[in-house]
């Protein structure tokens, strides 16, 4: 095996359970966003995009889809003689099978992985964020501080801090201190759970934690702390564009709606920051004569009739006659009927809204405010002709014909 | 050998000269069609839904394009270890002059490629012929009338080319009279140039032309044996269109705004693949205005678009308005211009407040980076 200065571990295990119906099949990773990509484009992206040329993808809830789109990683140019894409599932060993028990614990099991390449550096990565970021800059930083560890960080409006983990970072960018979620923060600064290790030092410090049966094995509430109490070189890489966790139903909506805002930083067309997916094979999509598309993102496949104002389409989506889309997000394959209307809602793939169904609802129709929220459609159903969905509702089973 | 094995055979260069204005700076397999597309996608899908797996692309000049279009097969799942995608650029072994004039010298260029793969038959396609055929259907018909050679052939108005073969059949569906001079004839049954034989009947009958100095693959081989071979027709009864001009390559684009053609070309069970760009999806501003249109990622549209096809990238500026028009990858349309009728090559500029317009029957072409 050929040595690598800097291998990349992305945590794409989790199963976003607050994602609801939307990660039922699938790990949050997988799920559906921007027109035609999937959450793990981006850090995979950020990698090839970054000259990182070997991941490990740990996977571990509902791994099917998320195995399947990755393939041999030749949509991101990461099927790779040597080094590219791996897929890292939890694994039988003489001591008996073991789920990955937290963070940390995933790179331990994968100690034999990372030792074939004898890295210098690891980046460790989750698959739960939007960004566009060039890790190679990280690496640099890295090493002018001859850090053993370094966190990429975000300043975050402060009356957001509290949901974050902070950070107390000093003048030359070392960190002081860390806060996990205070209710009362001390700064602004935020974790965006991009992690630069030296290889030797992390492996040590996995192996201690391994031994230490009181850890949870989790990368932010054991091994970095400890680190730090050791008096370790920790230090605080300052990130300043576009960086969205979508864990929430709320946060997958809005920061798909981003892509919409010309005041949002995010631009995927960058010719020379690509973001890479797998795509199907389809046609363009076709706008008929009666069609009426603002502000919206439209992927390869879909059929317009109807109206669009504000949303997401992605591939193979078909809106009839009559239907109208607002502020929505529509994943692949799904047929909205002619008449119906789907406003702030999130419709999942190959689902039936019949005709003037609704689902959905505008802010201002909710008589209180609290009541209010993004709807939700799971995959694979059909929603009844003229049926009504309320905000805020979840929809997991088909719904019958003219049901309010 | 390998029994029922179907080697594919394409011509990349297949009359260029019936399309000047796109073929100018690259081959007919590397004209873009339907909003994505290159018209060698058509063919290369074709063999492999149909099970083909092992494909040579005859080229001849100007394929720098097509090259980079097709890389080294990934797209079409040509890139393989065993079988898989062979380009054949001009070759001039002993007795092949290298760059080739006709159809026979082409494949006698190729006859050591031919020779060599293992495959029982081969079927050969042009590129100007976009269609989205199962060529399992061909084998079938192949295979049960017993002919030595059959020919897709279509019903209608043959299209203005040289050498068009139109075919009279007896009552077995046994081609018993061809000529090559009716192009244009409305009414008629013409070839569509795709050719399926024995592999080793083809090696025979191209090295026998190429010994006697035959220049013409359809009246020296096919005309010429149409008694001493039993040679069929196959009715081609799906979407297929031969471009043998700019103004039916305009027309045939245009059509595809129809939703029942576009069916026809692109049916579920026959995905056309093509080269992905990961551009992203295409952006429709506040204030735009598109309607009857067929657009593809990574076009950005701010004015006013109606019946046109948008290939990826494209830019059509606030104010603009784009009538019945096609505009190749990357155009860009400036602030306040207004074209009509028009057909602009991959990054073409029309600069803001331009106006230009052709007609329906007379399209106005601007070239390959042209700025207007």
Not at chain 1, 128 to 133: A, L, N
């Amino acid at each position: 095996m050929v040595k690598k200065e800097c291998i990349a571990m992305l945590l794409a295990g989790g199963q976003g359970s607050r994602l609801g119906i939307l990660t039922k099949n699938i790990a949050k990773p997988a799920v559906p966003y921007g027109g035609k990509y999937r959450i793990i484009d981006f850090p995979l992206s950020n990698c090839v995009n970054s000259g990182i040329d070997t991941v490990g993808v740990l996977t571990q809830y509902r791994p099917l889809e998320l195995n399947d789109y990755i393939g041999n990683g030749q949509p991101w140019d990461l099927d790779r003689m040597n080094g590219g894409v791996h897929i890292l599932s939890p694994y039988q060993q003489m001591e008996g099978s073991q789920w990955y028990k937290g963070t940390a614990n995933a790179i331990y099991q994968n100690i034999q992985f990372i030792d074939r390449y004898a890295p210098e550096y690891v980046l460790i990565l989750s698959g739960d964020h939007i960004y566009k970021m060039d890790y190679s800059r990280m690496l640099d930083y890295h090493k002018d501080k001859k850090a053993d560890c370094t966190i990429a960080m975000l300043e975050v409006p402060w009356d957001e801090a509290s949901r974050f983990g902070l950070m107390l970072v000093r003048e030359d960018g070392s960190i002081a201190e860390f806060e996990e979620k205070p209710k009362e923060p001390r700064s602004n600064k935020a974790s965006m759970g991009v992690y630069v290790f030296t290889w030797k030092v992390l492996r040590e410090y996995l192996l201690l934690d391994e031994a230490d049966a009181a850890s949870s094995n989790d990368f932010g509430k054991d091994l970095i702390p400890r680190m730090h109490s050791d008096g370790r070189g920790l230090f605080a890489f300052p990130f300043d564009g576009y960086w969205k966790d979508v864990g929430t139903i709320e946060s997958l909506w809005d920061a798909n709606l981003d892509i919409l805002n010309p005041k949002i930083d995010l631009d995927l067309s960058d010719e020379n920051w690509k973001i890479y997916s797998n795509s199907p094979a389809s046609p363009p999509h076709y706008l008929a004569v009666g069609a009426r598309v603002q502000n919206s993102i439209i992927a390869e496949g879909c059929t317009v009739e109807g109206s669009l104002d504000y949303s997401v389409l992605f591939a193979n989506v078909s809106v009839g006659k009559g239907a109208e889309v607002k502020y929505s997000i529509v994943m692949p394959g799904t047929v909205i009927e002619e008449g119906a209307c789907v406003q702030y809602a999130i419709v999942a793939e190959n689902t039936r809204i019949g005709a003037r169904a609704v689902v959905g609802e505008c802010p201002e129709d909710v008589s209180n405010r609290d009541d209010w929220g993004v709807a939700v459609v799971g995959s694979g159903l059909s929603i009844g002709a003229g049926s009504v969905v309320k905000a805020k509702t979840m929809v997991e089973n088909d719904i019958a014909e003219g049901t309010k | 050998m390998k029994a029922n094995s179907v080697l594919g055979i394409i011509y990349s260069n297949a009359y260029d000269t019936a399309l000047p204005e796109l073929t100018g700076l690259r081959t007919m397999g590397s004209v873009p069609f339907a909003g994505r597309y290159r018209l060698i996608d058509f063919p290369l899908s074709n063999m492999v839904n149909s099970g083909i797996s092992k494909v040579g692309v005859i080229t001849k000049s100007n394929y720098r394009s097509l090259m980079d279009h097709l890389g080294a097969g990934k797209p079409w799942d040509l890139s393989r270890k065993l079988d898989g995608m062979f380009i054949l650029p001009p070759f001039s072994g002993a007795g092949a002059s290298g760059v080739y004039q006709c159809r026979i010298e082409a494949l006698y260029g190729s006859l050591g490629f031919i020779k060599r793969c293992t495959d029982e038959y081969v079927v050969m396609c042009d590129c100007n012929v976009v269609c989205n055929m199962d060529l399992g259907r061909l084998f079938d018909a192949h295979r049960a009338s017993g002919a030595d050679i059959t020919i897709a052939y279509q019903h209608g108005t043959a299209p203005a080319l040289d050498d068009i073969m139109t075919f009279s059949f007896d009552d077995g569906g046994r081609i018993n009279g061809a000529s090559v001079f009716n192009g244009g004839t409305e009414d008629t049954d013409f070839s569509l140039n795709i050719f399926l034989m024995r592999k080793s009947l083809l090696e025979r009958l191209v090295t026998e032309a190429a010994g006697l100095k035959m220049l013409d693959f359809e009246t020296d081989v096919i005309i010429r044996n149409l008694g001493a071979l039993k040679i069929h027709g196959f009715k081609a009864d799906g979407y297929t269109r031969v471009i043998d001009s700019l103004q039916s390559y305009y027309s045939f684009s245009m059509e595809l705004l129809d939703s029942g053609v576009r069916a026809g070309l692109f049916r579920p069970e026959g995905p056309v693949y093509t080269k992905p760009r990961d551009s992203m999806p295409a952006f429709y501003a506040w204030g735009s205005d598109a309607k009857n249109c067929l657009v593809a990622s990574g076009c950005v549209i701010e004015g006013e678009v109606e019946n046109s096809i948008l290939f990826r990238g494209a830019h059509v500026s606030a104010g603009a308005s784009v009538k019945n028009s096609i505009l190749l990858q990357d155009t860009f349309i400036g602030a306040n211009a207004k074209v009509s009728c028009v057909i602009t090559d991959k990054r073409a500029v029309i600069r803001p407040g331009r106006n230009l317009s052709g007609a329906e029957n007379y399209p106005f072409f601007v070239g390959k980076e042209i700025v207007i």
